[in-house]
């Protein structure tokens, strides 16, 4: 049987991602698929570390443009994330898979801190490990804290889950012309202007030589056949 290509994986899932078809909050049936797809690629070896994002509870962006301070509603933010954080955790634990989840923000009667060589360890122990709380900074992104938390756990590939299935010339829904890329350079992506993750997560990959997929989550059986690295989602590469 071929190998996965890669050891250790990133995957930054949106807020949205776990919402499905619902306005807002967590879907179960959902998120129980996800850990699904999840659970398949950790019984091929592959260690997985997860950053979740918070959008389909509230964005610190959403809180400022309605009058609040933004660095407040950046802190309310990022406590959604670990709600989704804690969902994600007992849909694990519900399909009979310990997954630890670390916060970036200290809420200890809840889940436990995030301590980065803790975190190395579960996952050398073959525990998925969900960081919530994105870097546990105002003013950043869980993309971001995906990059951070990808180069911090030596991660091969950071894996972002979006409803398109990676990066076209231009955008699908309204273009019928548009292709997808297979590959292409992260020199590339920004001479081209695509919006693949936001800035900061994306210099941050960059420098790192941390490189990205972009792939759809909503595709059966996609996350496996990207760690098996096949032709799935776009690749970004140094
Ligand atoms: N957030 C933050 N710092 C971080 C990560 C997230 O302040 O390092 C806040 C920010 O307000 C953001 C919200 O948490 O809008 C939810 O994260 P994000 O928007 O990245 O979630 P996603 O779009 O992936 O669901």
Redesign the pocket.
């Known amino acids: 049987m071929s190998q996965p290509a890669y050891k250790r994986i990133l995957l930054?899932?949106?807020?949205?991602a776990l919402m499905g078809d619902d306005a807002y909050g967590i879907n179960r049936e959902v998120v129980a698929g996800i850990v699904n797809d999840v659970v398949e690629v950790t019984r091929i070896g592959v260690e997985v570390g997860i950053v979740i994002?918070?959008?389909?509870i509230?964005?610190?962006?959403a809180?400022a443009a309605s009058g609040m301070d933004r660095a407040t509603?950046?802190?309310?933010?990022?406590l959604?994330?670990v709600m989704n954080a804690i969902a994600l955790a007992d849909a694990f634990r519900a399909a009979g898979v310990n997954a630890r989840v670390q916060s970036?923000l200290r809420i200890d009667q809840v889940v436990e801190p995030y301590i980065r060589g803790k975190a190395i360890r579960y996952l050398e122990e073959g525990r998925v490990v969900i960081f919530g709380?994105?870097?546990?900074?105002?003013?950043?992104?869980?993309?971001?804290?995906a990059a951070l938390r990808g180069s911090e756990m030596g991660a091969d590939i950071v894996l972002k889950a979006t409803k398109v299935d990676g990066i076209y010339t231009a955008d699908p829904k309204k273009d019928p012309t548009a292709t997808r890329f297979q590959r292409i350079s992260f020199d590339e992506a920004i001479s081209r202007n695509l919006a693949v993750m936001d800035a900061t997560a994306f210099a941050l990959c960059r420098d790192q030589r941390l490189p990205i997929n972009v792939f759809s989550l909503f595709k059966s059986g996609a996350l496996k056949r990207v760690v098996m690295g096949e032709d799935e989602g776009t690749l970004v590469y140094c």
């Not at 509603?73 to 990022?78: E, L, S, T, V």
């Open positions: 930054k899932l949106s807020g949205e994002g918070g959008g389909n509230f964005r610190g962006m809180g509603a950046d802190y309310m933010g990022m959604a994330t970036a709380a994105g870097t546990g900074n105002p003013f950043f992104t869980t993309d971001t804290a």
